[in-house]
């Protein structure tokens, strides 16, 4: 299978998944068992690098999972008449520095709704960018699917798939 470049895939996956925003984010465990969870995620391709940014509670399993195996999935579906899927593979960081969670803060407040929220609205993070509760994961992907939802309808005459993977 012949395999797209990162600069055709990666503004179609950043349109599709910021037009989702919400992702299932599986990790693994010390054992190899999957945990999943949704995630509210914030994708960034400058033409040449392609970042993606989840505000995320802090918990001793998230941190434990990602310090044994810092590999992620990030699985976006809508669902809703479209049917358009993405999937990134990417290699994930917990950064929990002061200038990381502060510049994620902002990131996040300064960005226009639906993609961008206030995360002062969540509970946990009512303190601010200070809270301990408070961390920013940084997703930088491996391998890349993009998959419209008009390719399976049309039986594969309108749209295409791409797939983008890091050289090994």
């Given at each position: 299978m012949a395999l797209d470049?990162?600069?055709?895939?990666?503004?179609?996956?950043?349109?599709?998944?910021?037009?989702?925003?919400?992702?299932?984010?599986?990790?693994?465990?010390?054992?190899?068992?999957?945990?999943?969870?949704?995630?509210?995620?914030?994708?960034?391709?400058?033409?040449?690098?392609?970042?993606?940014?989840?505000?995320?509670i802090v918990t001793p399993m998230k941190k434990a999972h990602l310090a044994n195996n810092p590999y992620v999935s990030c699985n976006y579906w809508d669902g809703f008449e479209v049917y358009d899927t993405c999937v990134a593979e990417c290699r994930a960081e917990l950064l929990l520095d002061e200038k990381s969670r502060h510049e994620g803060w902002e990131r996040f407040r300064s960005t226009p709704p639906p993609l961008g929220y206030d995360p002062a609205i969540i509970p946990q993070w009512a303190d601010g960018p200070d809270s301990p509760a408070w961390g920013v994961m940084r997703l930088v992907p491996w391998r890349l699917r993009v998959f419209p939802g008009e390719f399976a309808r049309s039986g594969g005459t309108k749209g295409r798939i791409l797939t983008w993977q890091e050289d090994a």
């Amino acid at each position: 299978m012949a395999l797209d470049t990162l600069a055709e895939t990666a503004p179609a996956f950043v349109e599709m998944a910021n037009r989702m925003i919400y992702a299932t984010l599986t990790t693994v465990d010390r054992r190899g068992r999957p945990r999943a969870r949704m995630v509210h995620t914030l994708w960034e391709w400058d033409g040449e690098h392609l970042v993606g940014w989840v505000g995320s509670i802090v918990t001793p399993m998230k941190k434990a999972h990602l310090a044994n195996n810092p590999y992620v999935s990030c699985n976006y579906w809508d669902g809703f008449e479209v049917y358009d899927t993405c999937v990134a593979e990417c290699r994930a960081e917990l950064l929990l520095d002061e200038k990381s969670r502060h510049e994620g803060w902002e990131r996040f407040r300064s960005t226009p709704p639906p993609l961008g929220y206030d995360p002062a609205i969540i509970p946990q993070w009512a303190d601010g960018p200070d809270s301990p509760a408070w961390g920013v994961m940084r997703l930088v992907p491996w391998r890349l699917r993009v998959f419209p939802g008009e390719f399976a309808r049309s039986g594969g005459t309108k749209g295409r798939i791409l797939t983008w993977q890091e050289d090994a």
